[in-house]
């Protein structure tokens, strides 16, 4: 069974916090992919990355960095957390590939609060 | 750009039959589909490429208009298991290529299924 694991469920943090989240797949996919999901936006890409230390910037990238040291894990980062940073953090993987196997599977979410 | 679904909400009764729209702007190399049930990660349900067929499994189905840029989606005989959010999710790359499984999400289309 493929499993995506994120490092929290709910997270409460103050403004000016830095605030890590970590995602682990057991996949051995190549992609990975940091989301926020918020009302009536749907799922917006923050960041992506398709190798180790490789990472390219998705549709929001702003206030917030990626580190990948390993293939199997992903963590997003806010530097300086604002309240405007208050969201649903999804995590996903996939393959590499032009093919119909790069379903992405996503992870139970973090569901962060800044105050 | 994200890729614009339509209806933003639709409501129905068992056994009813609907049909949720997604829309881009730019050529496309392929669309994803999910469903979201509240509280839970978006699951995949299906892909379909350019100059593939037709897609779909048990009561759901899908289709690809690679002219028009646009992909619908078809629930047949809902169920009320049907109920959720469903996001399309396109893929681009330049000239309507592959984007190595880079996803734009709509904005999400909420289905609620009734007894």
């Known amino acids: 069974d493929v499993k995506v694991t994120q490092s929290s469920r709910y997270l409460v943090k103050r403004t000016g916090e830095k605030v890590f989240l970590e995602c682990v797949q057991d996949?051995?996919?190549?992609?990975m992919f940091w989301y926020r999901q918020d009302p009536g936006l749907g799922l917006r890409l923050i960041y992506f990355?398709?190798?180790?230390?490789?990472?390219e910037k998705g549709d929001i990238p702003e206030g917030y960095s990626v580190s990948r040291e390993k293939k199997e894990r992903f963590s997003l980062i806010l530097e300086s957390a604002s309240t405007n940073q208050t969201s649903m953090y999804l995590c996903?993987?996939?393959?590499?590939?032009?093919?119909?196997?790069?379903?992405?599977?996503f992870g139970p979410g973090t569901r962060l609060t800044v105050l | 750009q994200q890729p614009v679904q339509s209806p933003q909400a639709v409501i129905l009764r068992e056994g009813e039959d609907a049909v949720i729209n997604c829309s881009s702007s730019?050529?496309?190399?392929?669309v994803h589909w999910y469903r979201q049930k509240h509280g839970e990660a978006p699951v995949f349900l299906m892909i379909?490429?350019?100059?593939?067929e037709q897609k779909g499994h048990d009561k759901i189905s899908a289709s690809f208009n690679e002219k028009k840029q646009q992909s619908s989606l078809y629930l047949t005989a809902s169920q009320l298991s049907y109920s959720g959010t469903y996001f399309c999710?396109?893929?681009?790359?330049?000239?309507?290529?592959?984007?190595?499984?880079?996803?734009?999400f709509g904005q999400g289309t909420i289905l609620t299924v009734h007894p």
């Open positions: 730019k050529a496309l190399y392929s």
């Open positions: 996903a993987s996939s393959f590499l590939g032009q093919s119909d196997y790069n379903e992405q599977f």
């Open positions: 990355s398709y190798d180790v230390k490789m990472k």
């Open positions: 996949m051995d996919h190549e992609n």
């Open positions: 999710g396109t893929e681009g790359g330049s000239a309507g290529g592959t984007s190595y499984g880079k996803l734009t």
């Open positions: 379909l490429l350019k100059g593939g």
